[in-house]
């Protein structure tokens, strides 16, 4: 076990959610830690691109595609989100107190290099593919992630 | 601490988390490693048997297990659920991509001998009785909790 | 790292989920472990005073602040709240089956010494101010919340 690694799981898609997470790992990496990101389900909202990327799809995935955000920019909120104005008030408020916005928190992970990884069988239940998602990412599977949170000191599931 | 004990709480009952509470158990035992799930709350539900146990309750306890759903296959999902539709679109992905199904997975659990813990003091609020789990449950409280993630080096909250 | 330490993110800010963390928080600390249970985002109502407090806001922490729930007699469930309906008879059933209230919970907390930190980051963007929040919290950001996970055994996100 290392003291200087963590990992976390992020499930959920909201925009709350996913800006806890990448407030943690972004601190974790900037006190030297090694931080690995596991995306799934709804967490993989979060590193979709922002444009419409023409795929081959089945009929089901194509309608969880086109019901689901694309992207870091347009996530809801978990709370008071009522159709997106929650989220718009959160990202002013975040604004105004000079927070950073979620997309500029994903590019400080990166530069961090915070190691993020695509959860495999959630890209293939939700049909997302990896044309979808942003650059950079490793693409894998439970078995890493464990592999991962063995060597880790703080393992969270958000 | 064992590398190789991991828990996790399954506090929700939603299709999409306790599948994925139950992919990552599955996986470590898959791994060699010595899993304990601790099911409280809604996480619950998807332990009850699913045909209708006569069971005499308060008013209030009979509410909840009326309103609650019976057991894994009737989970709805944390996101676009759509009055259930939302959980029928996953399962048939699911099923297209042969991804197991939930009850599937809990019968690999079992089988991977994953201890599985009822939370006593969540089925006395819910109302929930042992007779409404299925079998193969232990019953037991946080301080069992505390003692199994004590051993363990990877603790979720799911 | 420390056998008898635990920390838990209390980032959302539903009756039965914080409960759920006050439940793991006391439990623990009855069995002699050091407990930090960390406040942030929803989990800050938690901790917010009964009352109105006057406070000089800007207008959209004025909003968040107004349609937030003030305190651990108020919050809603995580499902069937029914507009608060099911937190009323989750109480009740808690009460009939002598389980501790949540306010009783946080007393017990701090009478067993568990250190309770309310995120200063989240107190911003929600414009919760500290005049706000019950007596007895430590106010600081995420590099302490990870300093005190680094020497805990267990860390978990609720």
């Known amino acids: 076990m290392d003291k200087t690694k963590k990992t976390i799981i992020v499930f959920s898609g909201e925009l709350d959610k996913v800006m806890a997470a990448f407030v943690i790992a972004n601190g974790a990496a900037a006190m030297g830690d090694e931080v690995t990101m596991f995306f799934t389900f709804w967490g993989l909202n979060a590193l979709r691109k922002p444009e419409k990327i023409k795929v081959q799809k089945g009929f089901l995935q194509a309608m969880f595609g086109w019901m689901m955000p694309r992207g870091a920019a347009r996530l809801g909120i978990s709370n008071m989100n009522f159709g997106g104005m929650g989220a718009v008030m959160m990202k002013m408020v975040m604004k105004q107190r000079n927070v950073d916005s979620l997309p500029e928190m994903i590019q400080t992970a990166r530069e961090q290099g915070i190691k993020m990884i695509a959860c495999t069988m959630s890209m293939d239940v939700m049909g997302i593919t990896?044309?979808?998602?942003?650059?950079?990412?490793?693409?894998?599977?439970?078995?890493?992630?464990?592999?991962?949170?063995?060597?880790?000191?703080?393992n969270l599931f958000i």
Chains 1, 2, 3 share one sequence.
């Open 130 to 154: 990896e044309e979808e998602l942003i650059d950079g990412l490793e693409l894998a599977g439970v078995a890493t992630y464990l592999s991962e949170a063995d060597e880790a000191n703080v």
